[in-house]
């Protein structure tokens, strides 16, 4: 027998699906906001992760900023100290310029001429002085470039000043430093002579090394042997001076 159902159940079925909607709905939402507030706390953390990158990577610049300016002060200081070598090294190798410079200036003046002034700047020297006449300061200039530490003489001015002295005419030159070949052979004889003195001290020391090889070999075999080591001939010192006592009895003959 057909069962007729006479009840709204369309009505109750819509409600249903509406109940079910509003359902999945709202566990739709609370799952957005989950995953709202896990996506932020993710990038909170990543964003104080790279914050303590920053702040460790800030202090490591600033020691690195402070290990680059003590080396920029280590290569001022180091500059200082080059340019202190270089004119210390500068100074010894001309120490022996200005002696020979200023016997070069007594021998070069003629006697109708006189200095006033002299500046070294360098490898050239600017002179200032006084003469009797303009052939005067031609006869220095010549004495000047004839000299062995003074080289080429430029004349920067000469004026008579109409004085009463017995030297009106002033003058003023620029003259070139030479370093004559001489000074240089100077230099190597006197590494010669020093290597001439050290050579009798080697020959004592060998004497000695013989006369200790023979004295082991006669302990070892109670006879006197022959030392292997060949020994030099003590030459005396020519190049040592002779000493006072000698040049007192010399005098004394």
Known sequence: MA???LLPWRAGRR????????????????????CVLVWSF??????????????????????????????NDLEK???RLLARKQIIEQ??????????????????????????ALKQSGQSMT???????????????????ASPWMGRADLSKTENTHDSSRMP??????????????????????????????QPAVSAAKAAVAKAAAVSVKAATGKPGKPSVSVAPVEPDKSTPPTRSAVVKGGAK
């Open 169 to 198: 005419y002033s003058f003023g030159l620029t003259v070139a430093l030479n370093r004559p070949k001489q000074d240089d052979a100077g230099k190597a004889a006197a590494a010669g002579q020093g290597a001439a003195s050290v």
């Open 91 to 116: 100074l010894q190798a001309n120490r022996s310029q200005m002696v020979h410079l200023f016997d070069e200036l007594v021998k070069t003046i003629p006697a109708s001429a006189r200095l006033t």
């Open 3 to 5: 069962h007729i159902n």
């Open 15 to 34: 409600k249903q699906r509406e109940r079910e909607f509003f359902m999945q709905l709202g566990a739709a939402f609370v799952a957005g906001i989950l």
């Open 77 to 79: 200081v180091r500059s």
């Open 127 to 145: 002179l200032r002085g006084v003469a009797q006449s303009n052939a005067s300061v031609a006869d220095y200039m010549r004495n000047i470039e």
């Open 42 to 71: 993710w990038m909170g953390m990543r964003i104080d992760n790279q914050n303590e990158r920053n702040a460790y990577l800030q202090g490591e610049i600033k020691q690195v900023d402070v290990k680059i300016a003590k080396i």
